[in-house]
Each structure stands twice: as structure tokens, then as C-alpha cells.
């Protein structure tokens, strides 16, 4: 597995442990040890590590990747060549069975390098010749999640700087992350398949929803709402790169990623049913996201 030390990998990684699997999980920095876990010393750029953590295993999932990096080449690396890696290892290791996580992103690979990036890494992992599988998850919340939490933070407040007007889907990280230990379990039906899961909310959710969700769950009876427009996001992800240049969070890339109105999983792509379905509430689900948050001084 790689990624496990990340928010997804991590909520994976302890389900599939939970589930008596044993995972060899890549690892760039020395880890604590774990029952039902071996950690391997190393990173994407480095094949002789991945051959290692690939080495006797019946499944390689790929859960690692960037999201926000400075340039073309190294969203590039990150995702697509990373990608072409682990393929490699697998390979090498004689793994058939290839879970490889990616994003709604992907439908849209002239939005940004993002998207670009992550659609060439599917396009090398349809034609690896593995048994694969691909799951594009869509926002993603819960425990120890850093993306969304100044949105939380706003809430709090009673306010929300929003995109401007579209619609999204969600998905709590442990629901994802069953998915995921389902479909290494799945030798059959999700071969080939691209899912999109989420919380089981048909539709989506418009952006002010899903922040007055956020509100009801820091206890707040009403968040105050603001769509900030396109032309404003834009000048903002100039302006940030301008003054914090590689550390810039908000990026001309990501800036045309976040008014994209259009961020809600494909109902023909969901699960199966018989394979997986959304277990929490979303509202509970946000509740125990912030119960975290405040456990741990986040929030």
C-alpha cells in the first residue's frame, strides 16, 4: 500500500488490518510499530523500495498522490510517473490485483494540471494489463482530514467563503476506506470497473448545503453563506502565488479546480450494492469529524 500514512492510506490501512489483512505500507519516514503492519523504508521515486513493498503480496493499492504542487511536471511525477511505478513493482512482484485511487478530477483533464495528472495516471493504469480497479472518490471528510478544515473553522464562526455556485459529493473517510478493503477482497465483479462513490445523497449537495451541514455539526443554528465569484477566485490564486510561490495553497491550478460546478459522483458509476454502501450519516459522520477535531485542538 502506499499512502498509509496519509489520511485515506491511514483509515485504510487500520480497516484492512481490522479485517486481518497484513499490509507492507511504503513509508519515507521511520514509523512506530504496528501489529498486522509492515512499513517499508522509502518512496515513489524510488523503485527498489516498491519492489520490496510489492514483494508477496496479493494486492497493491495505490491510495498516494499530490494535490497541490507548483508546476505541471511535478503534478506529473507525483501522480502519473508515481503511478507508472507502483505498476512496475507490481509487475515485478507478479501482483495481479491493482487498486488504484484517483478523482473526480480526472473527468476533467483541460480544468487543470491536477485533473491532467491524474487522468494520465488512469490511462497508464487501463492499459497495465492488471487486474485492476479504479475508484474516484469525491470530497472527503472525517478525522485527521486538514483539507477541509478551515471550512470547519468557519463554521465555527458562523460564516462560509464558498466556490461559486455548482454542486459536490462527500464521502467519510472510513466509508471510503471499507470500499477500498472490500474491492482488494473483490476478485471478480470490479475488474475494469471505474466507481464513483459518496454518501449516498442523490444529487450532491449544493456548497451551501454541505456548509450549513458543517455548521449544524459545530453547533451552529445558522452559517452565514458567501459564493465568491469566479473572476475573484481567479485573481486570488494569482496573487497567492505571487507572494508564497511554492508554498502557495491557493493556485491559479487549483482556483479553476474549485469553481468547476460540477463535483458529484455519476450515479451509473456508484458500487454495487452488494458490494458496498455508505454506512454513516453524513450529519453523524460530520459530528464525529468534529468531535475529533476538538479532541485533538484542531477546532
Known amino acids: 500500500m502506499t499512502g498509509a500514512t496519509g489520511f485515506v492510506g491511514g483509515a485504510t490501512m487500520r480497516q484492512a488490518v481490522e479485517q486481518g489483512w497484513h499490509v507492507r505500507a511504503l513509508t519515507r519516514r521511520p514509523q512506530p510499530e504496528r501489529a498486522g503492519v509492515t512499513w ?18 496479493d494486492v497493491v493499492m495505490h491510495i498516494a498522490g499530490v494535490v497541490n504542487v507548483p508546476t505541471r511536471a511535478a503534478f506529473e511525477a507525483g501522480n502519473a510517473t508515481a503511478t507508472r511505478q507502483v505498476i512496475d513493482a507490481a509487475r515485478g512482484a507478479s501482483v495481479t490485483r491493482f487498486i488504484h485511487v484517483s478523482s473526480l478530477a480526472a473527468r476533467e483533464p483541460g480544468l ?35 483539507e477541509m478544515l478551515d471550512l470547519f473553522r468557519m463554521a465555527r464562526r458562523g460564516i462560509a467563503l464558498l466556490p461559486p455556485t455548482g454542486r459536490m459529493s462527500a464521502i467519510y473517510v472510513d466509508d471510503l476506506a471499507r470500499l477500498l478493503v472490500a474491492l482488494a477482497a473483490d476478485r471478480d465483479a470490479s475488474i475494469g470497473a471505474v466507481y464513483e462513490p459518496d454518501d449516498g445523497k ?10 450549513r451541514a458543517i455548521g449544524r455539526a459545530v453547533g451552529r443554528s445558522h452559517v452565514s453563506t458567501l ?11 494569482q496573487i497567492d502565488k505571487l507572494v508564497r510561490r511554492g508554498r502557495a495553497k491557493l493556485t491559479p491550478d487549483r482556483a479553476r479546480y474549485i469553481a468547476h460546478p460540477d463535483w458529484v459522483a455519476t450515479a451509473g458509476a456508484h458500487p454495487p450494492a452488494d458490494l458496498w454502501r455508505p454506512e454513516r450519516e453524513t450529519d ?6 468534529v468531535r475529533w477535531y476538538r479532541r485533538e485542538g484542531w477546532l
Do not use: C, Q
Open 284 to 289: 453523524d459522520a460530520l459530528a464525529e469529524t
Open 112 to 146: 487543470s494540471n491536477y485533473g491532467w495528472s491524474k487522468e494520465r495516471a488512469e490511462i497508464i493504469v487501463r492499459d497495465s494489463g492488471l487486474d485492476w480497479t479504479i475508484v474516484r472518490p469525491p470530497a472527503v471528510f472525517g478525522p485527521g482530514d486538514t
Open 227 to 237: 459564493a465568491i465569484p469566479r473572476s475573484v477566485l481567479k485573481a486570488g490564486g
Open 40 to 57: 517499508i523504508a522509502g518512496a515513489l521515486d524510488k523503485p527498489d523500495s516498491l519492489a520490496e513493498m510489492a514483494a508477496g503480496s
Open 202 to 211: 442523490p444529487t450532491g449537495w449544493s456548497h451551501r448545503s454541505f456548509a
